[in-house]
C-alpha cells in the first residue's frame, strides 16, 4: 500500500523559512507529475506548485519568486523550500503525486506565518 507522508511544517515568523518534504512509502512506480497544495481555513484548496518527472515547473502567482519545488526520482521524494513566507502562506500543504497506479494524496502538514 501506498502512503505519502509530508513533514517540515511548523510555525514561523513573517519573513522566515521552511522546507516541506513528502516522501512515498511502498511500492509505486513510474512518478510523473509531483504537487503542493495548500487549503487555507474557509478557503477552497489551491495549487501551490507543481513538478514533471523531467523537472519542468510551474508555480501559483502568489508564490512565484519566493517558493522552490523540487524532486528526488530516485528517492520518490517532492520538497518544497519555502522562503520570505507571509501570513497569507498560512494553511495546511498537502502532496499529490500522480502515476500508473493512481493518484495519490499525504495526510497534510500545517504552516503557521505569525509573530
Known amino acids: 500500500q501506498v502512503q505519502l507522508v509530508e513533514s517540515g511544517g511548523g510555525l514561523v515568523q513573517p519573513g522566515g523559512s521552511l522546507r516541506l518534504s513528502c516522501a512515498a512509502s511502498g511500492r509505486i512506480f513510474n512518478i510523473y507529475d509531483m504537487d503542493w497544495y495548500r487549503q487555507a481555513p474557509g478557503k477552497q484548496r489551491e495549487l501551490v506548485a507543481g513538478?514533471?518527472?523531467?523537472?519542468?515547473?510551474n508555480y501559483a502567482d502568489s508564490v512565484k519568486g519566493r517558493f522552490t519545488i523540487s524532486r528526488d526520482n530516485a528517492k520518490n521524494t517532492l520538497y518544497l523550500q519555502m522562503d520570505s513566507l507571509k501570513p497569507e502562506d498560512t494553511a495546511v500543504y498537502s502532496c499529490?503525486?500522480?502515476?500508473?497506479?493512481?493518484?495519490?494524496w499525504g495526510q497534510g502538514t500545517q504552516v503557521t506565518v505569525s509573530s
Open positions: 513538478i514533471t518527472r523531467s523537472g519542468s515547473t
Open positions: 499529490n503525486f500522480r502515476s500508473l497506479q493512481g493518484d495519490y
